[in-house]
């Protein structure tokens, strides 16, 4: 009777053992994370080997049950996304995600743009010519269209909500300048909000006119304050769809 008791109490144990862990990993929610050098939190350590743990998307999911993965990818732009979003590997992390966040669109820029750039920043009060803004208005409708095929595609593989940020002007100083060539795809970005299922992170409004606090020296990526402010309008944007 005695060993019989035994048994049934470390049967009973076992049980427990085994249940838990199995609960938990069907409670805990995924977070997946596209987009390029900003999502990737690049600059944050000291090599870029890995996706740093300072980086936005860890920074969301702080106290709640979601595991990360974080696919950002330095220098990508939209089609470079693109073309990995087709990807298997890419795929089967969309496929499986609960929310997915999407910060794509600065390299479009900052690499289609840089003569443009050069100029905002080294000469003073500069006013886009008519070439400059038919070069940004190019690479907005390009950047558009590839968004478009994007949430296509993540539509295809699942329905949950996507965080879409817009894009936030570096340059400390520059946002009237820099702002202006960047109005157009931001209130492209922000017209995606019309689907009940896409939440707007809106980074550009959020940085504005406080560069020199959010983005790290010399550089064009946001430091420990400006990823936690990413973070937290990405938290904002998951609480309106939950």
């Not at 035994?6 to 249940?19: E, G, P, Q, T």
């Not at 750039?117 to 070069?135: F, G, R």
Request: a negative charge; charged letters at 20%.
């Amino acid at each position: 009777m005695f060993k019989s008791t035994v048994k049934l109490a470390l049967s009973f144990v076992l049980c427990f053992v085994i249940m838990v862990p199995t609960a938990f990993a069907q409670e805990q929610k995924s977070l997946v994370a596209l987009g390029d050098s900003i999502t990737f939190g690049y600059n944050l350590d000291t090599k870029n080997n890995h996706p740093s743990k300072d980086a936005f998307p860890e920074l969301v999911v702080e106290g709640e049950k979601y595991r990360v993965r974080n696919l950002g990818v330095p220098g990508d732009t939209s089609s470079d996304l693109l073309t990995l979003l087709k990807t298997e590997k890419y795929r089967q992390a969309v496929r499986h995600a609960d929310v997915i966040t999407l910060n794509i669109g600065s390299a479009d820029f900052l690499k289609g743009a840089s003569p443009i750039i050069a100029k905002i920043i080294t000469i003073p009060n500069y006013q886009p010519t008519l070439e400059d803004v038919s070069l940004m208005q190019n690479i907005t409708t390009n950047l558009v269209t590839n968004l478009q095929q994007l949430v296509f595609e993540i539509r295809t593989l699942t329905d949950k909500p996507i965080i879409l940020y817009t894009i936030y002007n570096p340059f400390y100083g520059k946002d009237a300048q820099a702002g202006a060539l960047l109005y157009g795809a931001n209130l492209a970005i922000r017209s995606f909000g019309a689907d009940s299922s896409i939440e707007i992170a809106d980074a550009f409004t959020a940085f504005i006119g406080k560069q020199n606090l959010l983005i790290l020296h010399e550089d064009v990526h946001p430091n420990l304050e400006g990823q936690q402010l990413l973070a937290d309008l990405a938290g904002n944007a998951i609480q309106e769809v939950n």
